[in-house]
Structure formats: C-alpha cells, structure tokens
C-alpha cells in the first residue's frame, strides 16, 4: 500500500532530527542490548557529543538523509531511520533503522517508517535499490524487513563475534519494480 501522505502514515511521520532526539539517541548507543541490535561496533559508551557529532554529519551529507520516527498520536520521538550512502549514479542507497525505547518495539511503528522511508526514496529520490544488512540474531528486524519486501540476497558468514560466539550478517535489497508490485492498489 502506498502511503498517500509523504513522510506521514497513520501511526508515524518522519521528520527532521533535532537536539532534544540526539540525548535519546545518546542513551539508545549506551545501553549495550540495543547498541548490539544497531550495530556491529563493540557495545562502547561513546559521549553525547561524538552522537550529536555523527548526527550532524549525517544531516550535512548529500548522499545521507536522516529522519526521527515520531509517533502521530503524542509527537514522542520512537527512533531514527535514514538512507545512507547513496550511489547516486547507480541510484543505490543503504537503510538503516533504530528503533530505541524496547516498549515501543512490536508495535507496527517500524513497519509504517519502513513504508514511509521506501516511498521516499523510490518516489522523492528516484532510487532503483535499497539495501540493509542485519545480524542473524535479530529476528524481529528480519521478520520486519521481509515483511516489507525486502529479499534476502546473501551473507557474510560469521561476520561478528558476541559473547565468544560468531554471528553471520544477513544481506537484503529491495528494488524498485518489487516495491512497485508489492504496493499496487
């Protein structure tokens, strides 16, 4: 289904990062379960200044665009969605999502950010593929991805190491002529 309203669905709309989201996203990056769900970047307590840093960078790149997830109902910032590393010549962009507070996880916000954020680069940047890559471990983000479409394309066999334990990193993409299909009527 696509969304009639750019960057606003039913339960979320993305807007623009601001200080207030940098402090949440500070926390988010400091609690070692949701870091190890964000990232592959050893659990490290990095400052607020190095995440407002990185969140600027971000909103100054042109081949990055950064949106906060924002619930509809009360404007309370559920987390941040961005396409990232855009190949514009090959019209090819990486998606990432983070969802923070764990009450709000399983809640159909990420599914709704995810349609939202598909619809502007398919549409708003005219992209022809979106990619992601995810940590084996992370069922609820998978069960996510493909339930947007998403295809499962390959993987980097034990790519990260938890707890003495080795983890693959799944890779996905969607393309346009799929999302197309996926959305009609």
């Known amino acids: 289904m696509l969304i009639n309203s750019l ?3 039913k339960k979320v709309r993305l807007t623009s990062l601001n200080e207030e989201d940098f402090s949440k996203i500070y926390e988010w990056y400091n609690d070692a379960y949701s870091l190890r769900l964000f990232d592959t970047i050893p659990s490290y307590p990095y400052s607020q200044e190095h995440i407002s840093n990185w969140i ?3 909103q100054k790149s042109s081949n990055d665009y950064v949106f906060a997830i924002r619930n509809i109902a009360n404007d309370d910032f559920l987390g941040y969605i961005d ?3 855009i190949s514009w010549n090959n019209r090819v962009a990486t998606l990432s999502i983070g969802i ?3 009450d709000v996880r399983g809640k159909g916000y990420g599914t709704e950010a995810m349609q939202l954020i598909l619809e ?4 708003e940047l005219n992209l022809h593929r979106i990619q992601l890559s995810v940590l084996s471990y992370n ?3 998978i069960g ?3 339930k947007v479409g998403f295809v499962k394309e390959g993987c980097f066999r034990e790519y990260v190491q938890r707890d003495g334990k080795k983890y693959d990193m799944y890779l996905y993409g969607i393309l346009y002529g799929e999302w197309i299909k996926l959305n009609k009527g």
């Open 56 to 58: 600027k960078d971000k």
């Open 144 to 146: 996510l991805y493909e």
């Open 100 to 102: 923070g507070a764990s």
């Open 7 to 9: 960057l606003k669905g």
């Open 83 to 85: 396409l990232n590393s």
């Open 120 to 123: 502007f680069g398919f549409h």
């Open 139 to 141: 069922e609820p983000a």
